[in-house]
């Protein structure tokens, strides 16, 4: 088949899903979706998007299928009933961060059926899915990467295949500890040059044209309070427990996850020292 004429399907409209699925339209694949909230469908089916009655209904007529919902729960319930429908040489993508464990024992499914599987979180945000510049870290065959590389470079600035199943995740988990840890390191540096007496602005400016300077620090110098980033801290402190999970005891892991705890817990409220354990 034609790259075009791969029928795409995507399951996990959120603020990165979203855009995601609108580049995939935009670059001329068609598109099949379904949301638990119709509302949410609306301005897809605007654009061309067509609407599946379920998630078997999708499955059963899409070339390639991918899913961006929160957490290991709901990519095992979308994918108990989207594996059965899926027809043998179509294409699984977990866009999810979950554990590498969980992708493995679905590509494992996938494969008793004929289907081909690739975990492929993402780094970015939102504004970067719209721009079509997410990294994509790639888990899973190279005949499954190749197959996926099409659709997926709607989307993607850089794209990256890691090794096995399960591999892609593991990069993401590292990837979004750091992340948490750079903006936990930048939460305690500017607190200290506050008590030096430096002009917390100032300061923030300075680093960010100096050698301390990182992503994480950008996105934390833009923060009024912590408490600005309760939405999306949840989300790291997900992924610095995943990365517990993964790599329990070891040195990097413990030291990435005590960097993050006092910016986390000041953006939660107390949340992540809850979720420590």
Known sequence: MTDKSIRAGF???????????????????????????????????????????????????????????????????????????????????IHSTILPESCAALAEQCADRGVHFLDAPVSGGGPAAAAGTLTVMCGGSEDAFTQARPVLE???????????A??????????????????????????????LGIDRK??????????????GFEVYAR???????????????????LLGAIAPGNRGTDTLREAASGFLAAATGGLAEEHKA
């Open 154 to 164: 709607s989307f993607a600035g850089a794209l990256v295949h890691l090794g096995p």
């Open 166 to 195: 399960g591999a892609g995740q593991r990069a993401k988990i590292v990837n979004n500890a750091l992340m948490a840890a750079n903006m936990g390191l930048a939460h305690a540096a500017l607190s200290a040059g506050e008590a």
């Open 11 to 93: 399951i996990g409209l959120g603020s990165q899903g979203g855009p995601m699925a609108e580049r995939i339209l935009a670059n001329g694949y068609p598109l099949a979706l379904w949301a638990r909230r119709p509302e949410a469908l609306e301005p897809f089916v605007a654009q061309g998007a067509t609407v599946a009655a379920s998630v078997a209904d999708l499955g059963a007529t899409c070339d390639f299928v991918g899913v961006c919902v929160v957490d290991d729960a709901g990519v095992a319930a979308v994918c108990a009933d989207l594996i059965p429908a899926l027809r043998p040489g179509s294409l699984l993508v």
């Open 202 to 215: 100032a300061l923030a400016d300075l680093i960010k044209v100096s050698s301390g300077r990182s992503f």
């Open 223 to 241: 923060l009024p309070t912590p408490a600005a980033f309760a939405h999306g801290a949840p989300l790291l402190i997900k992924d610095v427990n």
